[in-house]
């Protein structure tokens, strides 16, 4: 795994893996977390395709008039994917 760089101070991470399973790489952060710091905390990882799907599928993008650096996405592990 290539060295992350810390994207917010909300935790957000970006970096790049030879490993192919988000699922692997999920357990793996979490497993390291737990051993370094003593406490555990949910982690998800996804792909930048995943990504870049997300922030597509927003249907404020295509609105007029819409200032795109205003707007955010919120990831929830917990929740299934909801359609509006």
């Known amino acids: 795994m290539a060295v992350p760089k810390l ?3 909300a935790g957000n991470v970006i970096f790049e893996s030879e490993q192919k399973s988000p ?6 952060i979490e497993e390291k977390i737990q051993h370094t710091f003593g406490f555990s905390v949910p982690v998800f990882v996804k792909t930048s395709k995943e990504i870049e799907q997300i922030v ?12 795109h650096s205003k707007l955010h996405v ?3 592990p ?4 909801i359609r509006l």
């Open 7 to 9: 994207m917010s101070k």
């Open 23 to 28: 699922t692997e790489l999920s357990n793996k």
């Open 56 to 67: 597509g599928d927003n249907p404020l993008v295509k609105e007029k008039g819409i200032d």
């Open 74 to 76: 919120t990831l929830c």
């Open 78 to 81: 917990m929740l299934r994917r």
